[in-house]
């Protein structure tokens, strides 16, 4: 089992521009979560999908940062345009009922 | 308030002891409760999950949780420097939602 993938490992950019993250789940699992996590701090959850559908999204900056689930697998975040605040890391998480495996991540740094 | 609450520590143990992490929660409706690993520059890993009132053992660590008092603790035996980490705790609330606390960092000092 390959598990949770994520892409790339670190972005490094410029305030203003565009970036996206990509996660692909482990095979079968339908709910999805996108955290970002600060230093020092616990991961804080963006959204959740189940399947194709992102069931919550409340607590997402819809003003800068979107996210898709195509056909109810692969996902993407993207932020346009990413602001300093913005340097994190990235966090993806997938799991069908107890016990959710993260990926490794996306260290994103915006300059 | 945030839904889960953790004493961010740090925490230090001699080689051998019992680390004693935990954690409460706000949502009375909350059913499942996770503790996961983290090592710094890592992604968190997870330990144990729980769900029912009581003890819950895997080797050197046990879950506790206790409902009435809002309360989840995991209790590390044998403490090895290996356990060094930054120990999360999350609960999955009655919106199914997936909550973390800050974390607790343990250092484990041989």
């Known amino acids: 089992e390959a598990g949770v993938v994520q892409s790339p490992r670190y972005k490094i950019i410029e305030k203003k521009q565009p970036v996206a993250f990509w996660c692909n789940p482990i095979?079968?699992?339908?709910?999805l979560y996108w955290y970002r996590q600060n230093l020092g701090q616990g991961p804080e959850l963006l959204i959740r999908?189940?399947?194709?559908?992102?069931?919550?999204d409340s607590q997402l900056p819809k003003d800068r940062f979107s996210a898709e689930r195509l056909k109810g697998v692969d996902s993407t975040l993207k932020i346009q345009p990413a602001e300093l605040g913005d340097s994190a890391v990235y966090l993806c998480?997938?799991?069908?009922?107890?016990?959710?495996?993260f990926g490794s991540g996306t260290r994103l740094t915006v300059v | 308030q945030k839904e889960v609450e953790q004493n961010s520590g740090p925490l230090s143990v001699p080689e051998g002891a019992i680390a004693s992490l935990n954690c409460t929660y706000s949502?009375?409706?909350?059913?499942?409760f996770f503790w996961y690993r983290q090592y710094s520059g890592k992604s968190p890993e997870l330990i144990m999950f729980?769900?029912?009132?009581g003890d819950k053992e895997d080797g050197r660590f046990t879950a506790q949780l206790n409902k009435a008092s809002q309360y989840v603790s995991l209790l590390i035996r044998d403490s090895q420097p290996s356990d060094s980490a930054t120990y999360l705790c999350a609960g999955l609330n009655t919106g199914n939602q997936f909550y973390f606390g800050t974390g607790t960092s343990l250092t484990v000092i041989p």
């Open positions: 949502d009375r409706g909350s059913q499942s």
């Open positions: 998480a997938t799991g069908v009922n107890y016990g959710y495996t």
């Open positions: 729980i769900y029912s009132n």
């Open positions: 095979s079968g699992h339908n709910t």
């Open positions: 999908y189940e399947n194709e559908e992102a069931v919550d």
